[in-house]
């Protein structure tokens, strides 16, 4: 009798250890999804009290939401005109293109992306570090700034799933022809996928803008659970 209830109660232990297992995952993602809505929604603030005080401002004056705008354009411009020369390996991507932080942006937020077919809402930060990418998607430095335009390729990269939560585990569910939204502090950019391909992470030329597009590439390790390769989604500025 005393050995059956040893038994019992180890299977129940090996039952409620099951369990847990199973639903670390989504609730792990629940919480880091709950993590990243906080830091749209904080960005989403910025960008409301910022207009607001623009608004406040005389007919003279330039708001500051406007030059941050332009300073944006003049570095997509430059990236273009220089071909990009700065980008000769992956640790180019680290460092932020802005500091956004004099601009009212904290954690150097620049928007947000939003990818219906594989339940992304990520907010989206300056720099490709560390520290960044275990809290949503990052602009990878030495790219076009999320503003759009000719002449652009702003690439988002994010992890292929962490403890944390699911990111990009999901990108090669993403077929020709999905929408890709990227929300900054002036507008949404609607981008549909047009290529998947998978790369070297040192094939730097796969992330290279190409003259006269207006192009977002979402960057992720290939294959799951190995960061051996690159996975990388294109995408195409579309009429919203």
Known sequence: MKGRKIITGIALLMLIVGIGLLAYPHMSQYFFQKQAETAIHTFQNAVAQEQKQDAQNSASEQGSLQELYQKMQA???ELFITGQAGLVDPFSYEQPSFDLSAFGFAENIVGYIEIPRIDVCLPIYLGASKENMEKGAVHLSQTSLPIGGQNTNCVIAAHRGSLRGFMFRN????????????????????YRVTQTKIIDPDDIGEVMIQSGEDMVTLSSCHPLGSNHQRYLVYAKRVDS
């Open 75 to 77: 570095y997509n411009e």
């Open 171 to 190: 990108i090669h569910k993403l077929a020709i022809g999905d929408d890709i939204f990227i929300t900054n502090f002036k507008e949404t950019l609607t």
